[in-house]
């Protein structure tokens, strides 16, 4: 079946980089959209970003471009996103959702706590 | 960006009973194909989001056919047609259409 396993909790300090990865199984990692969503404590979903596996082609929500970086390692079926000069602000759920067969966040991994503070 | 617009924000329910939620759109979502590209996603608490419905109408595989979705214009509503203990949770819309994706603010049902 269907997996996406992310990398564990992190705790940064402001002004540095956190990178959470999300391991697939069970689909074709490169034939669909890897997307990244994030949940802030108490908050709703908002959509940063996704990647293609298969070309490597991003799309960056307007609010995190030029702070976010997102990539694959096809090998190991694999995604990354990097998000850099952390505020307390980015504290929040990290969630990878793959689209699949047309159907868009079909599958999710388990989240990803990341918290900024000093 | 597209702004999605869900309401109510709180929804409380009986179960056995209805429920029916709405999200609009601050412009058409329907695609050359016929498809209206919005997407349901229902948060249980201490969960990611699951997919319920895709492309306004079609239960994901596994859901449970007391969900439907349906949609008029821009508007898009989710029904359940008896509400179960196991519904609570966090209800979003997401439009697919065009990039960035964005999110409703969330219906918070509650028993």
């Known amino acids: 079946q269907v997996q996406l396993v992310q990398s564990g909790a992190e705790v940064k300090k402001p002004g540095a980089s956190v990178r959470v990865s999300c391991k697939t199984s069970g689909y074709t990692f490169i034939g669909n959209f890897m997307n990244w969503v994030r949940q802030a404590p108490g908050q709703g979903l908002e959509w940063m970003g996704n990647i293609h596996p298969g070309t490597g082609g991003t799309y960056y929500a307007q609010k995190f471009q030029g702070r976010v970086t997102m990539t694959r390692d096809t090998s190991i079926s694999t995604a990354y996103m990097e998000l850099n000069r952390l505020t307390s602000d980015d504290t929040a759920v990290y969630y990878c959702a793959s689209d699949i067969a047309g159907q868009q966040l079909h599958s999710w991994g388990q989240g990803t706590l990341v918290t900024v503070s000093s | 960006d597209i702004v999605m617009t869900q309401s109510p924000l709180s929804l409380p329910v009986t179960p056995g009973e209805p429920a029916a939620m709405s999200c609009r759109s601050s412009?058409?979502?329907?695609?050359?194909?016929?498809?209206?590209?919005v997407d349901w996603y229902l948060q249980k608490p201490g969960n990611p989001p699951q997919l319920l419905i895709y492309l306004a109408s079609t239960r994901a595989s596994g859901v449970a056919d007391r969900f439907s979705g349906s949609a008029s214009g821009t508007n898009f509503t989710l029904k359940i047609s008896r509400v179960e203990a196991e519904d609570v949770g966090v209800y979003y819309c997401?439009?697919?259409?065009?990039?960035?994706?964005?999110f409703g603010q969330g219906t918070k049902v509650e028993i």
């Open positions: 997401m439009q697919g259409l065009q990039n960035p994706r964005t």
């Open positions: 412009q058409s979502l329907l695609y050359t194909n016929g498809y209206n590209y």
